[in-house]
């Protein structure tokens, strides 16, 4: 059954962006890992604040998902964003 990894992100500084964009993709990949949605959100009902970005990222299943989240490589490209980003990272089992 896929899991979906769904992030949302406010960024304050970009000078990481385009490292974060070199190592990410291919990681994912590594894990069968599918970037469905990378933009914007737009506000049907309820007052949360607005992330600058959501990305929804589809896995094959929810082991190749954690897999990747728990990858030592993932560890060094998430420090890419630390306290450069707003970040929050969701893990969901699809139907």
């Known amino acids: 059954m896929a899991a ?3 992030g949302s992100m406010t960024i304050h500084n970009t ?4 490292e ?3 190592k990410m993709p ?6 069968g890992g599918k970037v469905l949605t990378r933009a914007a959100a737009r506000r049907l ?4 604040t607005l992330p600058g970005l959501v990305v ?12 990747w989240y728990d990858d030592p ?22 139907l």
């Open 73 to 94: 490589a993932h560890a060094a490209i998430r420090k890419l964003r630390q306290g450069k980003a707003d970040f929050d990272l969701l893990l969901v089992d699809g």
């Open 15 to 18: 000078d990481w962006l385009q």
């Open 4 to 6: 979906y990894a769904i």
């Open 45 to 48: 009902e309820g007052e949360a």
């Open 26 to 31: 291919a990681l994912m990949r590594e894990y």
């Open 56 to 67: 929804t990222v589809e896995f094959p299943t929810l082991e190749q998902a954690q897999a």
């Open 20 to 22: 974060y964009g070199e």
